[in-house]
């Protein structure tokens, strides 16, 4: 999964960037690589690990991870293809989610693009620039909709009354992702790729003064705005988790302790970030590995199993689901085996997240 870590110039998304990229190369036993100079890729937090691996005496943990993209480049007419505009909406097409980082602090040195501090207006530029993107799409697909019209399929007359709502509520200043679908039209919505529509967590950026600091102004803005839009909020301070992602990890519990802090912040946005996104993680225990695997809610356990291997889902007999908690409880697979805890579960079980998965295949 990616998402895209978005904001006007100096409003701390290169700093916050900088933290993530960083933090991921300093977990030497987990995936992480920067694949581009741009992109970085970080474990998702999940004390369950650590816990299921001393059950089995695992040789290594591996959590599952979040791909973040850097994407650079926006202006103001951005969607007109102005600076890097027609690149940084292309970018923005590819990731599953937005991270809009969002300036919530004042600083005589760093100067602000529009030499304000107003992060409502900021959350509208950008903004904007998706929705006259997605305007522009919806146009050029609803004027195809209407000439296939005359072919007299009803599907057409459907799309292009999808289209045209759509069209009205772009118009009027709103991002897809506040309107309501049903689940065939929510089908046609997701074939579209429209920017609008992406799920969108705006990372509150504060000084290192505000950090515990309920009352800071700027983000009951960005909170408020963010409600309005179907979207979600962070509260993080960018400066601090960069200097926390180049401590050794011995050091990093004292330093957030220093804030007042009881975890980083960019744990608690990856985490949010993998909810937003409707994942679960199933995990798989033994000697060799104990290993956290990432699935959307609603996965059934044959496909489940094909996030291993493609053969475990082809072969698939049957899952056998110990929930983490009750493993723990019993101390390990075979207690649980023996106290009538391991559940045997066929091709129509949906998959819960914390379950611990044993499957049964043959090919």
Same mark, same amino acid.
């Given at each position: 999964?990616?998402?895209?870590? *978005?904001?006007?110039?100096?409003?701390?998304?290169?700093?916050?960037?900088?933290?993530?990229?960083?933090?991921?190369?300093?977990?030497?036993?987990?995936?992480? =690589?920067?694949?581009?100079?741009? *992109?970085?890729?970080?474990?998702?937090?999940?004390?369950?690990?650590?816990?299921?691996?001393?059950?089995?005496?695992?040789?290594?943990?591996?959590?599952? %991870?979040? #791909?973040?993209?850097?994407?650079?480049?926006?202006?103001?007419?951005?969607?007109?293809?102005?600076?890097?505009?027609?690149?940084?909406?292309?970018?923005?097409?590819?990731?599953?989610?937005?991270?809009?980082?969002?300036? =919530?602090?004042?600083?005589?040195?760093?100067?602000?693009?529009?030499?304000?501090?107003?992060?409502?207006?900021?959350?509208?530029?950008?903004?904007?620039?998706?929705? %006259?993107?997605?305007?522009?799409?919806?146009?050029?697909?609803?004027?195809?909709?209407?000439?296939?019209?005359?072919? /007299? $399929?009803?599907?057409?007359?459907?799309?292009?009354?999808?289209?045209? #709502?759509?069209?009205?509520?772009?118009?009027?200043?709103?991002?897809?992702?506040?309107?309501?679908?049903?689940?065939?039209?929510?089908?046609?919505?997701?074939?579209?790729?429209?920017?609008?529509?992406?799920?969108?967590?705006?990372?509150?950026?504060?000084?290192?003064?505000?950090?515990?600091?309920?009352?800071?102004?700027?983000?009951?803005?960005?909170?408020?705005?963010?409600?309005?839009?179907?979207?979600?909020?962070?509260?993080? =301070?960018?400066?601090?988790?960069?200097?926390?992602?180049?401590?050794?990890?011995? $050091?990093?519990?004292?330093?957030?302790?220093?804030?007042?802090? /009881?975890?980083?912040?960019?744990?608690?946005?990856?985490?949010? =970030?993998?909810?937003?996104?409707?994942?679960?993680?199933?995990?798989?225990?033994?000697?060799?590995?104990?290993?956290?695997?990432?699935?959307? +809610?609603?996965?059934?356990?044959?496909?489940?199993?094909?996030?291993?291997?493609?053969? %475990?889902?082809?072969?698939?007999?049957?899952? +056998?689901?110990?929930?983490?908690?009750?493993?723990?409880?019993?101390?390990?697979?075979?207690?649980?085996?023996?106290?009538?805890?391991?559940?045997?579960?066929?091709?129509?079980?949906?998959?819960?997240?914390?379950? *611990?998965?044993? %499957?049964?295949?043959?090919?």
């Amino acid at each position: 999964m990616k998402l895209g870590v *978005v904001g006007l110039p100096n409003v701390g998304k290169s700093t916050l960037f900088n933290a993530i990229t960083q933090a991921g190369a300093e977990i030497a036993n987990y995936p992480f =690589c920067t694949i581009e100079p741009n *992109v970085g890729v970080v474990p998702v937090p999940d004390e369950r690990l650590d816990k299921l691996a001393a059950l089995y005496n695992s040789k290594k943990i591996t959590p599952t %991870f979040l #791909r973040f993209v850097d994407i650079a480049g926006l202006v103001k007419g951005a969607s007109k293809g102005e600076g890097l505009g027609n690149k940084f909406l292309s970018h923005i097409r590819e990731v599953d989610a937005i991270v809009h980082v969002v300036r =919530c602090f004042s600083d005589s040195n760093v100067t602000h693009v529009n030499n304000k501090v107003d992060p409502v207006s900021d959350m509208q530029t950008i903004n904007l620039e998706l929705i %006259f993107a997605d305007i522009e799409t919806v146009a050029s697909r609803l004027n195809k909709a209407i000439t296939m019209q005359k072919t /007299g $399929d009803k599907k057409y007359k459907i799309e292009t009354e999808l289209l045209q #709502r759509i069209s009205a509520h772009l118009e009027s200043g709103q991002p897809v992702r506040t309107m309501t679908f049903d689940e065939e039209e929510q089908e046609a919505v997701n074939g579209m790729f429209l920017l609008t529509a992406k799920p969108v967590i705006y990372a509150a950026n504060i000084s290192e003064e505000d950090i515990g600091n309920d009352d800071n102004p700027l983000v009951k803005e960005v909170q408020e705005q963010a409600a309005q839009e179907n979207a979600e909020t962070l509260v993080i =301070c960018a400066k601090v988790e960069e200097e926390l992602s180049k401590l050794p990890p011995d $050091d990093k519990q004292m330093f957030l302790e220093s804030y007042g802090i /009881g975890e980083s912040g960019l744990n608690r946005l990856v985490k949010k =970030c993998y909810k937003l996104l409707h994942l679960i993680s199933f995990l798989t225990a033994g000697e060799k590995e104990t290993r956290a695997w990432t699935i959307t +809610e609603g996965t059934k356990a044959p496909q489940a199993a094909g996030k291993i291997h493609t053969d %475990f889902e082809k072969g698939f007999i049957r899952a +056998e689901i110990v929930p983490y908690e009750v493993m723990l409880q019993m101390g390990g697979y075979n207690q649980a085996k023996e106290h009538g805890k391991v559940r045997s579960e066929g091709k129509d079980y949906v998959v819960k997240d914390g379950d *611990v998965v044993l %499957f049964r295949f043959n090919v």
